[in-house]
């Protein structure tokens, strides 16, 4: 005997199933990590872990998009509270969001308890044998052996002239081209002068090539890991793949040369690649092609993009507060004026004088935070806050949360350089995040700025979509 169903019945029936669906969607994630850690689950933090698969990265990505990437977290807090730590589903793993600066101190320096947890994307995009992903003990290792040739104010020292020389002449060329589009400008110049501490001479040519490539493997960095034609990491991979190339061609070059003794054309100090291939360790372990080619690819990666951008955004806030602007024209002024009539150039003892404007460099560090994030794994249980991250989770310190607490920088949307006329607790500043495995700052901006305060430019105009675009003057 056939039952009939009314309409009411049918829709009924529809909204049944799709309440059912909907709460089995919203549950898949726990019964995969949270029922799986028994009466653990009851001490992690609030939050979700969104739908499977997905989980929370739609919101994520739709932030980052957007005109206001703290969005993402924001809801967290509407929601949940200001906890300081929440849960989600991101990048294909349940992980624990941290925003509090004693929680990102714990995660970042704490290295029995926490290990490098990168997104797979980004390992494979920065290299298995870059700083991303390798143990401890090589981290320490690696670090040893290549810093001292690219980070800090001595090794600036070897790069200052360089450096002002084409900070320079840039802005002469872009005095003759009107209106330019600065940012790019500005990813050309630190691009020429990042390769140029790397590997010394290179043309016109190869780097425009190398900048290109560096471009797409940038947006892929922390995409999702969709390997199909037409998305950003499947492109991103493409873009490694050129890279490797390119790079294991110039590591191949010099080695026979430097077989042959033969000196590089054009160079006149020892450079990172030559660093890289003298470095042993105190085993008499050397690099090989694969480490050295990652290693590279990481830095050049991280230093042109920060450096570009940083200068960029300095500039535009000196150009909003022209206060500012004329405090850090009257510090170089100052210097100029003490510099000895046979002084030619920027030295290095002139750098660390400028007080206000390294000010106005951490002060653009902290209200840009270029890298919103790092990741970590856990190791074995840990608690923050009262609250548990299981082992094997991620932890995701954001930084832009810590650097936008008002208890900590009172309105912490506004540019305001004097702010660091006193020092900052730990984990307060952490613009290159801290620990063991704290980024290797390659800080050229101080010099990029100084050189460009020297010059003076005339006015500067928003046109939308994050473009930047300056009339230069010629200089005085």
Not at 17 to 36: A, I, P, Q, T
Not at 303 to 332: D, V
Not at 416 to 445: D, H, M, S, V
Request: net charge positive; glycine share 6%; charged share 25%.
């Amino acid at each position: 005997m056939a039952i009939e169903m009314g309409p009411l019945s049918v829709l009924v029936s529809i909204a049944a199933s799709f309440m059912l669906v909907r709460y089995l969607l919203n549950n898949v994630n726990w019964w995969l990590y949270e029922s799986k850690l028994g009466a653990k689950q009851y001490s992690l933090p609030p939050g979700d872990l969104g739908w499977p698969l997905i989980g929370n990265m739609w919101s994520f990505l739709r932030a980052f998009k957007s005109t206001n990437p703290d969005s993402f977290v924001d809801s967290y807090i509407a929601r949940y509270g200001k906890t300081g730590i929440y849960k989600a589903l991101m990048f294909g793993k349940p992980s624990v969001i941290v925003t509090t600066p004693e929680g990102c101190k714990k995660v970042l320096t704490d290295d029995d308890k926490f290990t490098p947890g990168w997104p797979v994307s980004t390992v494979e995009l920065m290299g298995e044998k870059s700083f991303v992903s390798i143990s401890y003990e090589d981290h320490r290792r690696l670090r040893r052996l290549t810093s001292a040739s690219v980070n800090g104010y001595e090794a600036l020292s070897i790069y200052i002239t360089y450096i002002e020389e084409n900070v320079k002449s840039s802005l002469e060329k872009w005095t003759n081209m009107g209106e330019i589009e600065f940012l790019t400008e500005m990813r050309k110049l630190t691009f020429k002068v990042i390769m140029h501490i790397f590997f010394g001479a290179t043309s016109a040519n190869v780097r425009e090539g190398l900048e290109k490539e560096y471009t797409s493997l940038n947006h892929g960095i922390r995409a999702m890991r969709i390997n199909i034609p037409g998305f950003a990491f499947h492109k991103a991979l493409k873009a490694r793949k050129n890279l490797v190339a390119i790079f294991q061609t110039v590591v191949d070059q010099r080695r026979i040369e430097r077989k042959g003794r033969t000196p590089v054309t054009g160079k006149k100090h020892k450079d990172m690649m030559d660093a890289l291939m003298d470095a042993v360790d105190e085993n008499g372990k050397t690099l090989g092609d694969d480490d050295i080619i990652d290693i590279m690819l990481m830095y050049l990666n991280a230093g042109h993009e920060s450096s570009g951008h940083i200068t960029m955004w300095a500039t535009y806030y000196l150009q909003k507060h022209p206060e500012y602007l004329q405090k850090a024209k009257e510090e170089q002024e100052e210097i100029l004026k003490k510099r000895p009539s046979t002084q030619k150039g920027l030295v290095l003892e002139e750098v660390r004088k400028m007080d206000f404007l390294s000010k106005v460099v951490d002060e653009t560090l902290r209200l840009v935070t270029f890298s919103p994030m790092v990741f970590r794994e856990a190791l074995s249980d840990v608690n923050i806050n009262g609250y548990l991250i299981p082992k094997g989770w991620i932890a995701m310190t954001w930084f832009r949360n810590v650097h936008y607490d008002n208890d900590i920088y009172p309105n912490p949307m506004e540019f305001n350089p004097y702010r660091w006329n006193i020092t900052r607790k730990a984990g307060e500043f952490l613009p290159f995040g801290a620990g063991t495995r704290l980024c290797l700052n390659l800080r050229i901006q101080i010099v990029l700025s100084d050189t460009y305060l020297i010059q003076g430019p005339r006015t500067i105009a928003w046109q939308g979509s994050r473009k930047y675009l300056l009339d230069f003057a010629a200089s005085s």
